[in-house]
């Protein structure tokens, strides 16, 4: 186990290494770290997003089960369950993401404290670019190469405020951000069904553990190395990105099927006009070129001398 828990350790170490080479911030690197993890847990973040809105949606039949079957709990129990595995709900699917990043977490503290005690050879590849940052650190307390946004990461925030008030702002800064963040994640998954629930259904089980999460983050990062409270930021505001484009992809494709749906349940209009009415052909129409003026039937007169004829009788 501590095999596993030295090579996770190590692992970390050696990626934090790999994008301070590229990019020379201890910041930056932390924040591609987070990248990467978030990432490859895409797939759980994606279970945990919509595990969480169907639990949301299911909250009225929950309370009907409650209501049913409040004098038997076992049954509710069984009941219960049984409309989870039908609508394919996981209670627990919403705090995988987060247990699987814990280690993550514990692991980078480790990371990040060998670099203030200047002992970066447990971790970080011998002659790399951050170990040799690490050592001037080291030789040099006074020295900027392992700051970001006027932070030493390698301290805690409790030490900056310590030192001075003044000095603990971008600290404190980067504690609210992380409290603000873990907020929005939260109410982002609520957002959509927060409408078609019943004001007075039961929160889903695990909802009232997530909604403390703000203000655990915030307490724990005031004791933590500040790198590790980047890290805290950068994967709420990740994550945050990531839910964005699950609930939109989500919500577009039940727009689409919900017009499909119409669009086959709909009949066929039916024209209730009625035909205008055919006008009677005049004679001789039928033999009336195309593109000339109709012709006009004249009684013959006669000729000028029968004419004037008549007007002597």
Known sequence: MSGLWNGLQSLL?????FFYGLVPNLG?????LTLVVGLVLFPLTLKQTRSMRAMQEIQPKVKKLQAEYKHDRQLLQEKTMELYREKGVNPAAGCFPILLQMPIWFALFSVLRSFASGDPTRFVPQGSELFLAIEQKVADTTSTV???LWMDLTITPRDAFAISFLDSVPYLITIALVM???YVQQKQTMARSASQRDPNAAAPPGMAIMKI???????IS???PAGLVVYFAASQLFRIAQQAVIIGMDDRAEEEADEEAGSESAPAAKDDTPPAPKKPASKGDGDQPKGQAPRVNRRPQGSKKKRGKRRRR
């Open 13 to 17: 170490g050696g990626i934090v290494a």
């Open 222 to 224: 005031f004791t933590l």
């Open 180 to 182: 603000v963040t873990a």
């Open 146 to 148: 392992l700051d970001f």
């Open 213 to 219: 999460f703000p203000l655990f983050f915030g307490f």
């Open 28 to 32: 930056i690197a932390i924040i591609l």
